[in-house]
């Protein structure tokens, strides 16, 4: 279709959402992310496979409160399912703790393995790096929302969501290096898309 395109010198205008999925995989692949990310996996791997420390979540949530939520494991063809994995380990990191902890795991089974405090510092600085792009891909995701109208104030989003601030940590600042969109070529037919469908434009005032 692309090829097509030019020969009718038509412009063709790249599919946006299979652009944050990329830029969103590359940030997956940065050394620390990935390490972070194997080791979450490895967690949630052992509650599924151990029923009686997938009791014992189930204990500890109900007595620390907590909503009784399953742990998520990744998926490889979606990027955002590794940020949902990584949002539903700190939500519950509690009562995983707990459970770990607890004398009937540790009494029962060999292969337990926790997450440092670093780890856990690094897991939130991914997810508040990876938001924006996050938020971006579940609002292309509605059918119902002219998507190439959206495209403009979104891309002003993430690009601003992108720049760096003192406070980064690194991590913060090696994702944000892998996610930042830049301006190209069709970007003037985004503004005229969102011009045509001002419904769109208040995503440039939030």
């Known amino acids: ?11 063709h205008i790249q599919c946006f959402a299979h652009s944050l999925n990329l830029a969103s995989q590359k940030a997956l692949k940065i050394p620390q992310v990935s390490r972070l990310l194997g080791r979450i996996k490895r967690v ?12 014992q979540l189930k204990l500890k949530q109900e007595q620390l409160q907590l909503p009784k939520h399953k742990l998520i494991t990744d ?12 949002e539903r380990f700190l939500e519950q990191q509690p009562a995983i703790c707990a459970a770990l902890l607890s004398n009937e795991v540790r ?8 997450l440092s405090e670093a780890d856990i510092s690094c ?9 924006p792009m996050k938020d971006a891909t579940l609002l292309m995701s509605e059918e119902s929302t002219p998507t190439l109208s ?56 939030n």
């Open 123 to 131: 897991a939130e600085e991914v997810l508040k790096a990876l938001k």
């Open 44 to 55: 949630t791997a052992f509650f599924r496979r151990s029923a009686i420390a997938s009791h």
């Open 150 to 205: 959206l495209i403009a104030p979104l891309r002003a989003k993430l690009i601003m969501a992108a720049e760096h601030s003192p406070n980064d940590s690194e991590t913060s600042k090696d994702i944000k290096s892998k996610v930042g969109l830049k301006r190209g070529n069709c970007f003037s037919y985004h503004i005229l898309m969102m011009v045509s469908q001002p419904s769109a434009s208040h995503l440039k005032r």
């Open 75 to 86: 998926v490889v063809t979606r990027w955002n399912s590794s940020y949902d994995m990584t």
């Open 1 to 11: 279709m692309a090829v097509a395109a030019r020969l009718a010198k038509m412009t």
């Open 107 to 114: 009494k029962n089974e060999k292969d337990i393995f926790t």
